[in-house]
């Protein structure tokens, strides 16, 4: 099955344009099985006591899931996590479940070595999203699981050679995904693996490298 393992919906991430079914339908059309809502964790993106908004976090997956039922489209649970310090620097948490999720530490406050620690802590991975877009730059690979080519139209480059080039470097996982956030055509990519039922077994497929990549290359003519 093909899943794109970064996608936003405007539920949680404010900087998204579509609903989960919005986002949904569109995976569908361009024959898309599955993905990863990898909302955003950021602090200035959170306006509320922080466990009613991991609430609505896990309610915007749950509301995806089961549109994703409807579609035939999986929906596995993830979040995109920014570090106050490095409000440049995002990183995709693949691993814990929505119920876990519910007493999730408050993330963006760690340096990354402590998110990493928290990671390998909790059976999930920590993925540098889309490194050297906007002068982002590839973080510190021992407290990395892997690196992620991102294929998100507006940016006009993947940067596939020079994630790769790193990933190589520091034996990283390598991980693709489009970025969606509704606010351009919906690219498909992502990874191909055996259906992953949920994000453990997603996990599981990573870790024991049994996966492809689908990589866009954006065209800007």
Same mark, same amino acid.
């Given at each position: 099955?093909?899943?794109?393992?970064?996608?936003?919906?405007?539920?949680?991430?404010?900087?998204?344009?579509?609903?989960?079914?919005?986002?949904?339908?569109?995976?569908?059309?361009?024959?898309?099985?599955?993905?990863?809502?990898?909302?955003?964790?950021?602090?200035?993106?959170?306006?509320?006591?922080?466990?009613?908004?991991?609430?609505?976090?896990?309610?915007?997956?749950?509301?995806?899931?089961?549109?994703?039922?409807?579609?035939?489209?999986?929906?596995? +649970?993830?979040?995109?996590?920014? #570090?106050?310090? =490095?409000?440049?620097? /995002? !990183?995709?948490?693949?691993?814990?479940? @929505?119920?876990?999720?519910?007493?999730?530490?408050?993330?963006?406050?760690?340096?990354?070595?402590?998110?990493?620690?928290?990671?390998?802590?909790?059976?999930?991975?920590?993925?540098?999203?889309?490194?050297?877009?906007?002068?982002?730059?590839?973080?510190?690979?021992?407290?990395?699981?892997?690196?992620?080519?991102?294929?998100?139209?507006?940016?006009?480059?993947?940067?596939?050679?020079?994630?790769?080039? +790193?990933?190589?470097?520091?034996? #990283?996982?390598? =991980?693709?995904?489009? /970025? !969606?956030?509704?606010?351009?055509?919906? @690219?498909?990519?992502?990874?191909?693996?055996?259906?992953?039922?949920?994000?453990?077994?997603?996990?599981?497929?990573?870790?024991?490298?049994?996966?492809?990549?689908?990589?866009?290359?954006?065209?800007?003519?």
């Amino acid at each position: 099955m093909l899943i794109d393992a970064h996608i936003h919906s405007k539920g949680i991430s404010r900087c998204s344009r579509l609903t989960v079914q919005q986002v949904l339908d569109r995976c569908a059309q361009e024959h898309t099985q599955g993905i990863v809502l990898t909302n955003h964790f950021k602090e200035s993106y959170i306006n509320e006591p922080f466990r009613d908004w991991t609430k609505r976090f896990v309610k915007e997956y749950e509301d995806a899931k089961a549109y994703g039922e409807q579609v035939g489209i999986q929906v596995l +649970f993830g979040a995109e996590v920014t #570090l106050s310090r =490095t409000p440049n620097i /995002d !990183y995709l948490l693949y691993g814990l479940t @929505p119920e876990e999720f519910l007493s999730v530490p408050v993330l963006y406050t760690y340096t990354q070595e402590e998110l990493y620690r928290y990671c390998c802590a909790n059976r999930a991975l920590l993925i540098q999203a889309h490194p050297y877009r906007n002068g982002a730059v590839p973080q510190d690979p021992r407290f990395l699981h892997g690196v992620e080519i991102n294929c998100h139209p507006l940016y006009k480059t993947n940067e596939k050679q020079r994630v790769t080039a +790193f990933a190589k470097a520091h034996d #990283l996982l390598l =991980t693709c995904g489009s /970025d !969606y956030h509704g606010d351009t055509y919906k @690219p498909r990519c992502g990874i191909e693996m055996p259906e992953a039922a949920d994000i453990e077994e997603f996990v599981k497929n990573l870790r024991e490298k049994q996966y492809s990549l689908l990589i866009h290359d954006i065209v800007t003519a």
